[in-house]
C-alpha cells in the first residue's frame, strides 16, 4: 500500500498562491490515479482535483481555472498549484491514490495522507 505525505499548507493572503506537494513512498504510482480533497470546518470533505496515469486532469467548477493538478512520476510526487486563492478555500488539503489509473467519481481511494492545513486569510 502507498503511502503519502503532503507538504506546503500554510497561511496566505487572499489572492495569493499555494502549492502542495504529495510524496508518495512504498511503491510506484505511475499507474494510478491521484486526487486532492479538502475538508473545511463542520463541512464534509470535498474532492478538489484528480489526475490519471496519463496525465489527464479532472477540476471541479467550484475552482476551475484556478488550481491546477500534475504529477512528476520521477520523483513520485503530485502538487496542487492553487492561484488567486480565497478565504473559502481555507480547508484540511488531502491527497489521495486510487485503486484504478483512470479517474472517475465512481473510483474507490486506496490511501489517503494526513493533510496539510491552508489558511486563506481576507
Known amino acids: 500500500q502507498v503511502q503519502l505525505v503532503e507538504s506546503g499548507g500554510g497561511l496566505v493572503q487572499a489572492g495569493g498562491s499555494l502549492r502542495l506537494s504529495c510524496a508518495a513512498t512504498?511503491?510506484?504510482?505511475?499507474?494510478?490515479?491521484m486526487g486532492w480533497f479538502r475538508q473545511a470546518p463542520g463541512k464534509e470533505r470535498e474532492f478538489v482535483a484528480a489526475?490519471?496515469?496519463?496525465?489527464?486532469?479532472y477540476i471541479p467548477d467550484s475552482v476551475k481555472g484556478r488550481f491546477t493538478i500534475s504529477r512528476d512520476n520521477a520523483k513520485n510526487m503530485v502538487y496542487l498549484q492553487m492561484n488567486s486563492l480565497k478565504p473559502e478555500d481555507t480547508a484540511v488539503y488531502y491527497c489521495?491514490?486510487?485503486?484504478?489509473?483512470?479517474?472517475?467519481?465512481?473510483?474507490?481511494?486506496?490511501?489517503w495522507g494526513r493533510g496539510a492545513q491552508v489558511t486563506v486569510s481576507s
Open positions: 489526475i490519471d496515469w496519463s496525465s489527464r486532469t
Open positions: 489521495a491514490a486510487y485503486y484504478s489509473a483512470s479517474y472517475s467519481e465512481e473510483e474507490k481511494i486506496s490511501s
Open positions: 512504498g511503491r510506484t504510482i505511475s499507474y494510478t490515479a
